[in-house]
Nanobody, 126 residues
Framework: QAQLVESGGGLVQPGASMRLSCAVS????????IGWFRQAPGKEREGVAC????????YYADSVKGRFAISGDNAKNTVYLQMSSLKLEDTAVYYC???????????????????WGPGTQVTVSS
């Protein structure tokens, strides 16, 4: 049974940086697709960044390209989301998720991911 736990969320000002972590247990990251998703109040969940095999090709939503970076540490079985130049519209609950479908990272669609963490709140406010 896969378990995922996000950490690192909180309150920051616009322009700040923040790193989210997702500790994964139950399976090795290097055989799965891993993704970060977010959901703001009143909006649908969207794929932010996804990566294959924890160090393979990555997908980024247009809204975060150049500002966010996804990476994985196989030794720690942990996935990170480094967020820079945060904007007010980045405010959301952020979730990490895993898929055994390696191609899931290419589309970064939530319906391709079956194991989810409980989420961590990120609030960007002045």
């Amino acid at each position: 049974q896969a378990q995922l736990v996000e950490s690192g969320g909180g309150l920051v000002q616009p322009g700040a940086s923040m790193r989210l972590s997702c500790a994964v247990s139950g399976f090795p990251l290097d055989y799965y697709s891993i993704g970060w998703f977010r959901q703001a109040p009143g909006k649908e969940r969207e794929g932010v960044a996804c990566i294959r095999n924890s160090d393979g090709p990555a997908y980024y939503a247009d809204s975060v390209k150049g500002r966010f970076a996804i990476s994985g540490d196989n030794a720690k079985n942990t996935v990170y989301l480094q967020m820079s130049s945060l904007k007010l519209e980045d405010t959301a609950v952020y979730y990490c998720a895993v898929s055994s479908f390696l191609q899931a990272a290419a589309g970064c669609a939530s319906y391709d991911f079956g194991s989810w963490g409980p989420g961590t709140q990120v609030t960007v406010s002045s």
